[in-house]
């Protein structure tokens, strides 16, 4: 039996042990689902991997400054060269180092997955949780808004934006995320809110006199929480996905990124034909990149089901 | 055990596997029914009833097991029996009404095509035929046979009850278990169906197995009773022994936690402490650390079940004597 | 029911109507016009710009222009001419590679969620083993593999090294010289074939469920009514002499729709597993299995029943969304459907076009939202409008 401390806690002091408590209760869940932990592997293993990109310049350029986007392998007799060495994954068409590419690319594929789901998510919660809050007008003005963003051809609409706005990495994110915030997700956690807003405890804390923002910040939303985060790990694989997609065909104003290398060995011509299996270090490794980042966090977001949905859990 | 029982579940042993650990839901467990009688089973929240009734259909979850004992059906045990063989046994000789019955019905389909089912599975027999025999179960139930075509969520609660209870009876079981079929029902539907599911039991000549927590309710239907603790067979006899002479101290404190409407006013005396985690349950007898006539035996062994009297079995060290 | 409907129509124009305000302010946000790709033409010279541009009346107040193609849009029902295809309308446009997309999608689609379905059920009857982690892994995979590379590998595989489909197009053009039928009379004669198809499996499969009772008969029927199908297309598409257009199109297909299907299966095979995992653990299933009912009826008849409702309606959403996903394997396969035809028309910036398309894409995505919500109904009882 725990012995209970005797004696007053500071509130935050008791929500601090709760909160650590619930995470080591979740993440004992959480590791029991052998998708979620492959996926959170896969993370981390880009994650160290576009970590060591210093080290990696290092060791195998250090006789001169190397810029993945602008440099230029003298040490090739001709490029595109297959895998040796010096370069293990070959260099592309215009000389530049494949393995160097891949993991400059790596911290910003991840910047900008997370920071698009972020944002996607933070609308999408707001949203939600005031609808469901309020119901009436704004949840008829918000559901019909999220309604015209999910009629949008997502492709199409970015490549409309991609014309009417350079975009770069930030922006790009800001784009997928309130596309994706305003849109599916806001119903999504709307229904979720509104299971919340219809407990017993919202009433109690509104008779108790709290004021709407104290209830939805403090009730509502913490409640919805755990579905957001969900949803936030599939919002990444589409952001990244969406980037890849739009760099292949080249409309992105990005220098570097795995999308972006399929697009150079595309145009360069080298995807045609038997080129293709011949020239494989080209569009592979950034290919397979783009598959298992993006599918990495949609196992963690499957991993994470059963602990946010207990009702999918083995018993 | 009588060898002319219907029903005789000897020493049955069932666990569940879960990740904290081995749950001994049933712990050799043993009693029996003959044709025509109802039998109750009594005891608190958890203490294995629904799981024994679940293990003699073997309807078990995945991360269940029975790991000992008999159950003889017809002098045939069921526990060997592979599952094909189990199937027909199901609903053709023992059916079972669940808890909270009003989601045993399938909401997209019409009641009354889920009583066909029941019926098409086990007999072969047209379409016509059982929607006849359908109409014949509504009417025992007092249920509208119009209302065959209807869908569960246009039915009440009671009538959901009722939907269920024919579809129970509706391939002419041996025996019915009700697994505490009226606790989601107001006071008054349930008092109106418990004496319906009786006259029917009569008439039909059914074996009965009535589960419950209300001992009010065990003991205005039921020939014997059967009291569990935690996973075990404390008492077993018929109601007119439990009630006015229980030898088990449990029984004893259940007899006299309910008030009496008639008779003089008492202070309603409650058993102290709480019923044990079945994870790691008390050594010996697994009542000992609430029973107020303990002795040091108590916690060392586990009592064996004896027959102190004709048809009187209980199983405790230190029975009580009237 | 009828109120709602009403209801819901009234939304949908409403919703459509800001929809294409939006689209016409975004398309005339970007910078430059139809005439920026002859800016660096030396043939073409400033004046003929200007005037190419004052004939398509792109020198009027925004304003102007914007109430004239509202005006077209709603009043005239029109959807004007295309810049790029001049005179082409663009309706004229649309309803000749409308077809091609929907062949292709439409067949993809319901492989894909058939797949989906029968192994999503199949994985959540049987849980954990090797099974459940391999058919999951395996559709994560494809669910989220990237496309591009994906189309191309499979291009490669099947086009190129093993000679067995055409690389890319929508039909070879040495076959059509003979012939004055156009591609979008085939298209069309093969979606009536399918629907015709579809009609009669569909009837004959009803039949069978009422009136025979032993599986392996039913099976034999159906088969034999599949087997009859196929064999009543081919004669009527050989008696009328089209037979070989038809095949040389569905020859073209057939990569595409290996490769949407691939990535397309995972997403309902995972719904569909979690449906069912939720569905499972309720009374009824007990129910039903205490009442001695095999295991697959209790699998298919009542937990896959329940279990297929979300997954319905995702599917029905999914048909809406197939066009956007469109415009990334329409590119690779230059396969010249709506999806390509967003992407160019947005590209040249021959906003009658795109917009159109834009617009067009968006009711159908709407009228598909609908049919979801009334599908549901219909299979759910529990729902009333």
């Given at each position: 039996?725990?012995?209970?401390?005797?004696?007053?806690?500071?509130?935050?002091?008791?929500?601090?042990?709760?909160?650590?408590?619930?995470?080591?209760?979740?993440?004992?869940?959480?590791?029991?689902?052998?998708?979620?932990?492959?996926?959170?592997?896969?993370?981390?293993?880009?994650?160290?991997?576009?970590?060591?990109?210093?080290?990696?310049?290092?060791?195998?350029?250090?006789?001169?400054?190397?810029?993945?986007?602008?440099?230029?392998?003298?040490?090739?007799?001709?490029?595109?060269?297959?895998?040796?060495?010096?370069?293990?994954?070959?260099?592309?068409?215009?000389?530049?180092?494949?393995?160097?590419?891949?993991?400059?690319?790596?911290?910003?594929?991840?910047?900008?997955?997370?920071?698009?789901?972020?944002?996607?998510?933070?609308?999408?919660?707001?949203?939600?949780?005031?609808?469901?809050?309020?119901?009436?007008?704004?949840?008829?003005?918000?559901?019909?808004?999220?309604?015209?963003?999910?009629?949008?051809?997502?492709?199409?609409?970015?490549?409309?934006?991609?014309?009417?706005?350079?975009?770069?990495?930030?922006?790009?994110?800001?784009?997928?995320?309130?596309?994706?915030?305003?849109?599916?997700?806001?119903?999504?956690?709307?229904?979720?809110?509104?299971?919340?807003?219809?407990?017993?405890?919202?009433?109690?804390?509104?008779?108790?006199?709290?004021?709407?923002?104290?209830?939805?910040?403090?009730?509502?939303?913490?409640?919805?929480?755990?579905?957001?985060?969900?949803?936030?790990?599939?919002?990444?694989?589409?952001?990244?996905?969406?980037?890849?997609?739009?760099?292949?065909?080249?409309?992105?104003?990005?220098?570097?990124?795995?999308?972006?290398?399929?697009?150079?060995?595309?145009?360069?011509?080298?995807?045609?034909?038997?080129?293709?299996?011949?020239?494989?270090?080209?569009?592979?490794?950034?290919?397979?990149?783009?598959?298992?980042?993006?599918?990495?966090?949609?196992?963690?977001?499957?991993?994470?089901?059963?602990?946010?949905?207990?009702?999918?859990?083995?018993? | 055990m009588i060898g002319v029982a219907l029903l005789a579940v000897e020493n049955l042993t069932m666990?569940?596997?879960?990740?904290?650990?081995?749950?001994?839901a049933v712990d050799d467990v043993s009693f029996e029914l003959a044709k025509?009688e109802s039998l109750g089973l009594v005891g608190?929240?958890?203490c294995g009833k629904t799981s024994a009734a679940i293990s003699i259909l073997k309807l078990l979850?995945?991360?269940?097991?029975i790991l000992d004992g008999h159950i003889y059906f017809k002098e045939q045990d069921l526990v060997p029996l592979?599952?094909?063989?189990i199937?027909?046994i199901?609903?053709?000789g023992i059916?079972m009404?669940?808890?909270?019955?009003?989601?045993?019905?399938?909401?997209?389909?019409?009641?009354?095509?889920?009583?066909?089912?029941?019926?098409?599975?086990?007999?072969?027999?047209?379409?016509?035929?059982?929607?006849?025999?359908?109409?014949?179960?509504?009417?025992?139930?007092?249920?509208?046979?119009?209302?065959?075509?209807?869908?569960?969520?246009?039915?009440?609660?009671?009538?959901?009850?009722?939907?269920?209870?024919?579809?129970?009876?509706?391939?002419?079981?041996d025996i019915i278990i009700?697994d505490?079929?009226?606790?989601?029902?107001?006071?008054?539907?349930?008092?109106?169906?418990?004496?319906?599911?009786?006259?029917?039991?009569?008439?039909?000549?059914?074996g009965m197995i009535y589960i419950?927590?209300?001992?009010?309710?065990?003991?205005?239907?039921s020939?014997r009773i059967g009291v569990m603790?935690?996973g075990k067979m404390v008492e077993f006899a018929?109601?007119?022994?439990?009630?006015?002479?229980?030898?088990?101290?449990?029984?004893?404190?259940?007899?006299?936690?309910?008030?009496?409407?008639?008779?003089?006013?008492?202070?309603?005396?409650?058993?102290?402490?709480?019923?044990?985690?079945?994870?790691?349950?008390?050594?010996?007898?697994?009542?000992?650390?609430?029973?107020?006539?303990?002795?040091?035996?108590?916690?060392?062994?586990?009592?064996?079940w004896?027959e102190?009297?004709?048809n009187?079995f209980?199983a405790?060290?230190?029975?009580?004597?009237? | 029911?009828?109120?709602?409907?009403?209801?819901?129509?009234?939304?949908?124009?409403?919703?459509?109507?800001?929809?294409?305000?939006?689209?016409?302010?975004?398309?005339?946000?970007?910078?430059?016009?139809?005439?920026?790709?002859?800016?660096?033409?030396?043939?073409?010279?400033?004046?003929?710009?200007?005037?190419?541009?004052?004939?398509?009346?792109?020198?009027?107040?925004?304003?102007?222009?914007?109430?004239?193609?509202?005006?077209?849009?709603?009043?005239?029902?029109?959807?004007?001419?295309?810049?790029?295809?001049?005179?082409?309308?663009?309706?004229?446009?649309?309803?000749?590679?409308?077809?091609?997309?929907?062949?292709?999608?439409?067949?993809?689609?319901?492989?894909?969620?058939?797949?989906?379905?029968?192994?999503?059920?199949?994985?959540?009857?049987?849980?954990?083993?090797?099974?459940?982690?391999?058919?999951?892994?395996?559709?994560?995979?494809?669910?989220?593999?990237?496309?591009?590379?994906?189309?191309?590998?499979?291009?490669?595989?099947?086009?190129?090294?093993?000679?067995?489909?055409?690389?890319?197009?929508?039909?070879?053009?040495?076959?059509?010289?003979?012939?004055?039928?156009?591609?979008?009379?085939?298209?069309?004669?093969?979606?009536?074939?399918?629907?015709?198809?579809?009609?009669?499996?569909?009837?004959?499969?009803?039949?069978?469920?009422?009136?025979?009772?032993?599986?392996?008969?039913?099976?034999?029927?159906?088969?034999?009514?599949?087997?009859?199908?196929?064999?009543?297309?081919?004669?009527?598409?050989?008696?009328?002499?089209?037979?070989?257009?038809?095949?040389?199109?569905?020859?073209?297909?057939?990569?595409?729709?290996?490769?949407?299907?691939?990535?397309?299966?995972?997403?309902?095979?995972?719904?569909?597993?979690?449906?069912?995992?939720?569905?499972?653990?309720?009374?009824?299933?007990?129910?039903?299995?205490?009442?001695?009912?095999?295991?697959?009826?209790?699998?298919?008849?009542?937990?896959?029943?329940?279990?297929?409702?979300?997954?319905?309606?995702?599917?029905?959403?999914?048909?809406?969304?197939?066009?956007?996903?469109?415009?990334?394997?329409?590119?690779?396969?230059?396969?010249?459907?709506?999806?390509?035809?967003?992407?160019?028309?947005?590209?040249?910036?021959?906003?009658?076009?795109?917009?159109?398309?834009?617009?067009?894409?968006?009711?159908?995505?709407?009228?598909?939202?609908?049919?979801?919500?009334?599908?549901?109904?219909?299979?759910?009882?529990?729902?009333?409008?």
């Open positions: 039996m725990e012995q209970m401390r005797v004696g007053y806690q500071p509130l935050w002091r008791i929500r601090l042990k709760l909160w650590r408590k619930s995470l080591a209760n979740n993440w004992a869940i959480f590791r029991k689902s052998v998708i979620g932990v492959i996926g959170l592997a896969i993370i981390i293993f880009f994650g160290i991997f576009g970590a060591f990109y210093p080290v990696y310049q290092v060791i195998m350029h250090n006789s001169f400054i190397y810029d993945p986007i602008a440099g230029y392998a003298l040490d090739e007799p001709s490029n595109p060269a297959p895998p040796s060495w010096r370069h293990p994954l070959g260099t592309d068409p215009i000389g530049r180092d494949i393995m160097s590419q891949l993991m400059y690319s790596t911290p910003r594929e991840f910047m900008l997955g997370v920071l698009a789901a972020l944002i996607s998510v933070f609308i999408g919660t707001l949203i939600g949780a005031i609808s469901a809050y309020y119901g009436g007008f704004t949840d008829t003005f918000f559901m019909r808004t999220a309604d015209v963003f999910m009629l949008f051809p997502f492709i199409a609409t970015l490549i409309v934006l991609s014309a009417v706005m350079k975009l770069d990495i930030f922006k790009l994110a800001l784009v997928l995320g309130i596309l994706g915030g305003f849109g599916g997700i806001t119903l999504i956690l709307k229904s979720q809110a509104l299971s919340v807003a219809v407990k017993p405890y919202i009433q109690a804390a509104k008779v108790a006199g709290g004021s709407n923002f104290h209830v939805i910040a403090t009730h509502i939303i913490p409640n919805v929480l755990p579905i957001s985060f969900l949803y936030m790990m599939f919002n990444v694989t589409g952001a990244i996905f969406s980037e890849a997609a739009l760099s292949f065909f080249g409309l992105l104003n990005i220098r570097m990124s795995w999308g972006l290398m399929i697009h150079t060995t595309d145009t360069a011509g080298y995807l045609l034909g038997s080129s293709l299996i011949y020239y494989w270090w080209l569009w592979l490794p950034p290919g397979l990149s783009v598959t298992a980042l993006c599918a990495a966090f949609y196992l963690v977001g499957r991993g994470l089901d059963e602990v946010v949905n207990p009702r999918l859990r083995e018993r | 666990h569940y596997t879960t990740t904290k650990g081995d749950v001994q025509g608190e929240s958890g979850p995945e991360n269940a097991k592979p599952e094909k063989e199937r027909k199901r609903w053709k059916s009404v669940f808890q909270a019955a009003m989601n045993s019905l399938n909401p997209v389909y019409r009641v009354g095509d889920q009583l066909i089912e029941a019926i098409q599975a086990h007999e072969k027999i047209d379409k016509e035929e059982a929607r006849k025999r359908v109409a014949e179960l509504f009417q025992l139930v007092d249920l509208d046979p119009e209302r065959m075509d209807h869908y569960p969520h246009e039915y009440s609660g009671g009538m959901k009850q009722r939907a269920v209870i024919a579809m129970a009876l509706a391939c002419n079981p009700a505490e079929p009226t606790t989601a029902l107001d006071v008054i539907v349930q008092d109106r169906i418990l004496h319906e599911m009786d006259k029917i039991r009569e008439r039909l000549n059914m419950s927590h209300d001992i009010a309710v065990i003991a205005e239907v020939d603790y935690a018929d109601t007119v022994t439990i009630f006015k002479r229980p030898a088990h101290p449990y029984t004893h404190a259940l007899m006299n936690a309910f008030p009496s409407l008639l008779g003089e006013k008492r202070d309603l005396q409650m058993i102290v402490g709480e019923p044990p985690d079945l994870l790691d349950p008390p050594s010996g007898c697994r009542f000992h650390p609430r029973c107020p006539y303990v002795t040091p035996v108590c916690e060392r062994e586990e009592p064996r004896e102190i009297e004709p009187h209980i405790c060290w230190n029975p009580l004597s009237h | 029911m009828w109120k709602y409907l009403v209801k819901r129509l009234l939304q949908i124009v409403f919703v459509i109507y800001i929809y294409t305000s939006i689209c016409f302010l975004l398309f005339y946000a970007m910078p430059g016009n139809i005439t920026s790709m002859y800016a660096t033409n030396p043939n073409v010279k400033p004046a003929m710009r200007a005037k190419l541009i004052e004939q398509l009346g792109l020198n009027q107040p925004l304003y102007k222009q914007y109430l004239t193609y509202m005006d077209n849009v709603f009043i005239k029902h029109q959807f004007g001419v295309s810049f790029s295809h001049y005179p082409t309308p663009v309706w004229t446009i649309i309803k000749r590679r409308l077809p091609r997309t929907f062949v292709l999608f439409f067949t993809a689609t319901i492989i894909a969620f058939y797949v989906g379905f029968t192994w999503g059920k199949i994985i959540a009857w049987k849980r954990g083993g090797v099974l459940e982690y391999s058919a999951t892994l395996v559709g994560v995979g494809l669910w989220t593999v990237f496309t591009p590379m994906w189309g191309l590998l499979l291009i490669w595989l099947f086009a190129f090294k093993l000679g067995w489909f055409p690389i890319n197009q929508f039909l070879t053009p040495g076959k059509w010289l003979h012939t004055t039928l156009s591609s979008t009379t085939i298209f069309n004669h093969m979606l009536l074939t399918a629907v015709a198809a579809s009609l009669l499996l569909f009837l004959v499969y009803s039949l069978t469920r009422r009136l025979i009772k032993g599986r392996s008969e039913r099976a034999v029927v159906n088969f034999s009514a599949l087997a009859f199908a196929i064999g009543a297309a081919w004669w009527a598409w050989s008696s009328k002499g089209t037979l070989y257009l038809g095949l040389d199109i569905l020859s073209h297909m057939i990569v595409p729709i290996i490769t949407l299907t691939t990535i397309s299966f995972g997403g309902t095979m995972l719904l569909m597993r979690d449906s069912m995992l939720e569905t499972v653990k309720e009374d009824y299933i007990t129910t039903a299995k205490a009442k001695g009912l095999p295991d697959r009826v209790i699998r298919d008849r009542h937990a896959a029943r329940t279990a297929l409702l979300p997954v319905v309606t995702s599917f029905v959403l999914s048909i809406a969304f197939a066009v956007d996903g469109g415009v990334i394997t329409e590119t690779i396969f230059s396969w010249p459907g709506i999806g390509m035809t967003l992407l160019s028309a947005t590209v040249q910036m021959d906003y009658p076009l795109a917009i159109g398309t834009f617009v067009f894409t968006g009711i159908f995505v709407l009228f598909a939202h609908l049919v979801a919500d009334i599908l549901y109904a219909y299979l759910d009882p529990r729902i009333k409008y």
